[in-house]
């Protein structure tokens, strides 16, 4: 855990490796309210008959902006900044799921 006084100290991090966050397990609950909730309904992340005959491995699989939403979460296993104020996501820049 690294523990910085502000975000303007995430700079001294900048092409350095801070971290790895905790596993996380994502359920078929999540992942089913996720496509409740965002519309997001296809079967690859919900039928879990269709996936087990169908899907490599046998599974359905999380949707890419739930594993993408995951990130605040993750990030507070790997830093902690202790003098912040409220924050703006300002959005994201070369997103890819590989």
Known sequence: MVLLERPVDLLGWV???IGVSDWVEITQEQIDTFARLTGDDHWIHIDVARAAREMPGGKTIAHGFFTLS????????????RQRGRGLNYGSNRVRYV
């Open 70 to 81: 995951l990130i605040p979460f993750m990030v507070r296993s790997v830093y902690q900044i």
């Open 15 to 17: 092409g350095k490796e």
